[in-house]
């Protein structure tokens, strides 16, 4: 079982194998997560990305990281189309998509953001224990998961969801 790690802190500046985009079917990275990502790492991550769109909820694809530090970037849709409003079994189906797609590529250090709790509107509670318990019960090649918090609030979900276990 991987390791997991709560920090609070910016995904794009996380040195690892790989980061999580919840993204959008349409590989569209107009916003929250997916926009700092371009932002920081270069328009080819979504240039990349959206030559493999559509890509339903619950698959997920990769792409080069471009000017970031992480090798890759893992876009797992949890919405179709961008600024959808999503429940929590959007968040387990993209977060087991990420995980597979890690394993795929045999890496051993994924980062997360908070999947669905920005633009797509889920309680910070739910979808920290949902993503928790998908990462705990996936077993594969991920020494390491870190789940990045851009705020306090989703720092405290993530790290209560630890707890409970």
């Known amino acids: 079982m991987s390791k997991i790690k709560v920090i609070k802190g910016d995904i794009t500046s996380m040195e690892v194998d790989a980061i999580v985009n919840p993204a959008n079917s ?5 916003g929250g997560v997916a926009l700092a990502i371009k932002l920081k ?3 080819i ?4 990305a959206m030559e493999k769109a559509p890509v339903p ?5 990769f792409t080069k990281a471009g000017k970031l530090k992480a090798k890759y970037v893992i876009h797992s849709p949890t919405m179709e189309k961008p ?5 929590l079994k959007e968040v387990e189906k993209a977060t087991i998509a990420a995980l597979k797609v890690a394993n795929s590529l045999k890496l051993k250090s994924l980062a997360f953001p908070g999947m669905g709790t920005g633009v ?7 979808a920290a224990k949902v993503m928790v318990d998908c990462i705990k019960n996936y077993k594969g090649s991920l020494e390491e998961v870190i789940l990045v918090a851009y705020d306090s609030q989703l720092y405290e979900a993530f790290q209560r969801a630890l707890e409970e276990e």
Do not use: F, N, R
């Not at 349409?26 to 107009?30: A, H, N």
């Not at 991550?45 to 990349?48: G, L, Y």
């Not at 797509?120 to 739910?126: A, I, L, Q, S, T």
């Open 41 to 43: 790492g270069g328009e």
């Open 45 to 48: 991550i979504e240039k990349e």
């Open 26 to 30: 349409l590989m569209l990275m107009g």
């Open 83 to 87: 600024a959808q409003k999503i429940s």
């Open 57 to 61: 909820v619950g698959e997920a694809i």
């Open 120 to 126: 797509g509107g889920v309680d910070k509670d739910e």
